[in-house]
């Protein structure tokens, strides 16, 4: 009888410490899961907010855009252009007087681009 009662004490002590290491070992993946998470959540880009840059837009430009759509169409299409069509499109603009506008347009677009437009702004613009 004693070596039954010993058995069967140690089957429930090896039961509780399986419990415990499995409740362990799932609260710990919960933490790392959340810290992780976590700071992938704080390093994601902003969401993108179109009314914000639509009235960035037209306070650069001192009247409202006529066809926002289109307008943003073209925006987008150019931030997701090729390198060298993207250089273009910012030395035309700093040409025509709306580097400001591609400047905002890349800052909710395509913020990956800054530092290539800013590239482009200091090899067009002539040094003193």
Do not use: N
């Not at 306070?59 to 250089?87: M, N, T």
């Not at 273009?88 to 400001?100: K, N, P, Q, R, T």
């Amino acid at each position: 009888m004693g070596i039954l009662r010993v058995k069967i004490w140690d089957m429930k002590h090896r039961k509780k410490t399986a419990l415990i290491i499995c409740g362990i070992t799932v609260t710990l993946a919960g933490v790392i899961v959340g810290v992780v998470g976590t700071f992938w959540w704080q390093s994601r880009p902003p969401a993108y907010d179109e009314a914000a840059h639509r009235a960035e837009v037209e306070r650069s430009i001192g009247h409202p855009v006529r066809d926002w759509p289109k307008y943003l169409s073209v925006a987008r299409e150019e931030c997701h252009a090729a390198q060298k069509k993207f250089s273009y499109y910012v030395a035309a603009s700093m040409d025509d007087g709306h580097l400001e506008q591609v400047r905002i347009d890349v800052r909710y677009l395509c913020p990956k681009r800054e530092t290539e437009l800013q590239h482009v702004v200091d090899t067009v613009t002539p040094g003193p």
